[in-house]
């Protein structure tokens, strides 16, 4: 299924990552608080807001930190998907 997020919303894939400790245990990503960042699926059209465009300034393939509390999950194809505003991006890692 493809979706393409509607004025300045943004597609996000969390980024899962598995720690190994000294002793060799494997510790998931779901056992341990959320990184918080994720890789730019899809991003909308940007906006008009009181009359000045809205530019996104994050392209498909970036890898982002954002807002603790932000945006909507959502489950597409058996996969889990993050919708956010613009806003709600912190930074761009790179």
């Known amino acids: ?4 997020p509607l004025g300045s919303r943004i597609l996000l894939k ?3 990552s598995e720690e ?3 002793s060799g245990i ?3 990503s779901s056992a341990k608080e959320k990184p918080y960042v994720a890789e730019v699926v899809e991003v909308g059209p940007g906006e008009v807001k ?3 465009e809205i530019k996104i300034q994050v392209k498909k393939g970036d890898r982002v930190l954002y ?3 932000s945006g909507t999950e959502v489950k597409l194809d058996d996969e889990q998907y993050l ?3 613009q806003d709600d991006i912190l930074a761009i890692l790179e």
Not at 1 to 4: I, S
Request: glycine share 4%; no cysteine.
């Open 1 to 4: 299924m493809k979706v393409k």
């Open 20 to 22: 190994t400790t000294k």
């Open 50 to 52: 009181d009359g000045k």
């Open 67 to 69: 807002s603790k509390y």
């Open 83 to 85: 919708i956010v505003k």
């Open 14 to 16: 969390e980024v899962e």
């Open 26 to 28: 494997v510790i998931p």
